[in-house]
């Protein structure tokens, strides 16, 4: 079914949706940083909390109004008109994103800007500031554009594609990446890729919407959202794979503190550097002012004598500046190889302990394979064991030397203690994991390798979910992460967008209900989301971060009136923001 085929009529349902995403939104982005906010409210970046389920439904809106309104735009204005129109729309909306979110202060002095270069100010804000909701948007519409027109199996086949393409990626660099300093927000640059399956599946339900003959098949509608949401699960029951034994807490807590002690001592050290660097900076504008008059608080020089004494001294305090930043800039390469963290013998004991494991299973038989009987192949199977254990107490032994001399300069540039609850083989596990996950199954049966539901925080040593708390199971791909925008997260959320529409279909396509506050959210929801930042900050002012429950929940009443006084005058004289 082509798009210019779709039904015309405003759907109020849509909107509607829209509107309680962008009230979802609201909720969230104001509660989450209060201490007593509810755990289930905030991204938490390894389970599907409420607060990530807000994302995807934009996007899903986002695929489902493209699909609605495209077949238009074609007829009204032609096919090349309306690809250009669309595309110009969406870069727009990509420098909107920019000028709403901003980033930090790439330097603090022109020096240090030159220092830095250009792709050392733009980095942060590439990797983490502007990649957040609006550019996403934009950037995950412009990629389902070629498809957009296409039939459902084309549309399909670009979502699997899609899909493959993150994994690889993942793989590749990506999932490291985006967990290095600065953390990625929502997936990084290449979220778009897994961001456009709710956008996709907004297409395709639009198509049971707006394409159907009366009422749309509204049971077909939520057996195959379950179906999504049901891949989406399975998808997660990977996270088995990286559970974390009683036995591996001790030594990862000790790496903990390793890494807290290298952190310490780095800062340590380039703290001082960066005080005097401060003072250098202010002595070299102030010499400049003096020579180049470009402060009112002194004139400028004109005596040749004078003016060459303060030339040698600028001299003398840019040599000095670029000293110090040469020193922390080693300090850091020295302790780079420690804080970012790398598998080289980690990886090597994985390897070496799953060639064991499959020795051993030869050796002494197991479910999978027959115990060997000839004793030729028995004493080749056993020369190699015993070659393989002591790789492996090589590989120990070099871990625990660099722990004990993490300042050792003659020290291999390995990076041992990485972040303790990333995995080292995030996307596809090592055969180690999968023998032990066998092993767990054939001792507890299917318990070993089932996940834990949607909104069910994993499983803690401690209680609470404290950042202190240390977890059972490290970080993969095959999780469900915001922060990473996995494959996992986006196929589940991407279902619950279909079943919440539907519901959003019945309550207000076929009962008529309709509720004020979505309505003017979601006719003017541009406006609204560029607008809640400001008023949130203004009422946060009033609120420390650890308020009453009560007072928190009243200053959320209170930003939430504010916002929609302001939406709603907008929408009173039919002023509506759109690009």
């Not at 036995?247 to 990862?252: G, H, L, M, V, W």
């Not at 499983?459 to 970080?475: A, C």
Request: with cysteine.
């Amino acid at each position: 079914m082509s798009s210019s085929s779709l039904k015309p009529a405003r759907i109020a349902s849509l909107d509607q949706f829209r509107g309680y995403t962008v009230a979802g939104m609201f909720l969230v982005n104001f509660l989450g940083g209060f201490t007593n906010c509810p755990q289930v409210l905030k991204h938490s970046h390894n389970y599907l909390s409420y607060a990530d389920t807000i994302m995807p439904h934009f996007l899903f809106a986002v695929g489902f109004a493209f699909r609605l309104t495209f077949g238009r735009r074609i007829s009204s204005a032609g096919v090349g008109a309306a690809y250009r129109k669309v595309v110009t729309r969406f870069l727009g909306l990509m420098l909107v994103a920019i000028a709403v979110y901003g980033s930090g202060r790439a330097a603090e002095s022109w020096e240090e800007l030159q220092h830095i270069g250009v792709w050392g100010a733009l980095y942060s804000p590439m990797k983490r500031e502007w990649f957040q909701t609006l550019m996403h948007i934009a950037l995950t519409a412009i990629w389902i554009t070629p498809v957009i027109r296409s039939s459902a199996g084309v549309r399909i086949a670009y979502l699997f594609g899609s899909a493959a393409l993150h994994v690889l990626l993942s793989h590749s660099f990506n999932f490291e990446w985006c967990s290095t300093s600065p953390n990625v927000i929502d997936g990084g640059p290449i979220g778009v890729l897994t961001w456009s399956i709710p956008a996709l599946l907004g297409t395709l339900t639009c198509d049971a919407v707006a394409g159907a003959e009366g009422r749309p098949n509204l049971v077909k509608m939520f057996a195959w959202s379950i179906v999504v949401m049901g891949i989406g699960w399975l998808m997660t029951c990977g996270t088995r794979l990286y559970d974390v034994t009683e036995s591996q807490i001790a030594e990862r807590e000790q790496d903990a503190k390793m890494q807290k002690y290298l952190t310490d001592e780095i800062n340590g050290r380039i703290a001082p550097l960066n005080k005097e660097l401060g003072e250098v900076g202010k002595a070299i504008a102030g010499l400049r002012a003096q020579l180049d008059g470009m402060s009112l608080a002194v004139e400028q020089v004109t005596d040749p004598e004078e003016r060459e004494k303060l030339n040698q001294e600028l001299e003398a305090a840019l040599e000095k500046d670029s000293e110090l930043r040469n020193k922390i800039d080693v300090i850091k390469q020295e302790f780079q190889a420690y804080r970012d963290g790398t598998e080289v013998f980690i990886s090597k004991q994985l390897e070496v302990k799953a060639k064991l494991g499959e020795i051993n299973a030869k050796l002494n038989g197991s479910k999978t394979v027959d115990k060997v009987v000839d004793e030729k192949q028995r004493a080749k199977l056993t020369a190699q064991k015993e070659a393989l254990i002591q790789e492996d107490a090589a590989a120990a032994a070099g871990l625990e030397e660099l722990k004990a001399n993490p300042q050792d300069p003659n020290a291999p540039q390995v990076r041992v203690f990485r972040d303790s609850k990333l995995a080292i083989d995030p996307v596809f596990p090592s055969q180690a994991r999968i023998d032990a996950l066998k092993a767990r199954f054939d001792e507890q049966g299917w318990r070993a390798i089932v996940a834990e539901p949607p909104f069910v925080y994993p499983p803690h040593t401690k209680p609470g979910v404290g950042k202190r708390s240390v977890m059972l199971r490290e970080w993969n791909y095959w999780m469900v992460s915001q922060r990473q925008g996995t494959l996992s997260y986006t196929v589940i959320a991407g279902g619950m967008s279909i079943f919440l529409y539907a519901i959003f279909y019945i309550a207000c396509d076929i009962w008529g209900l309709r509720l004020g506050l979505f309505t003017t959210f979601g006719t003017n929801a541009l406006f609204a989301y560029a607008l809640h930042p400001l008023t949130g900050g203004a009422v946060k002012a009033f609120m420390p971060r650890d308020v009453a429950t009560w007072y928190m929940w009243l200053g959320f009443t209170v930003f939430m009136l504010f916002t929609w006084l302001f939406v709603r005058v907008l929408e009173k004289n039919n002023i509506y923001i759109k690009l």
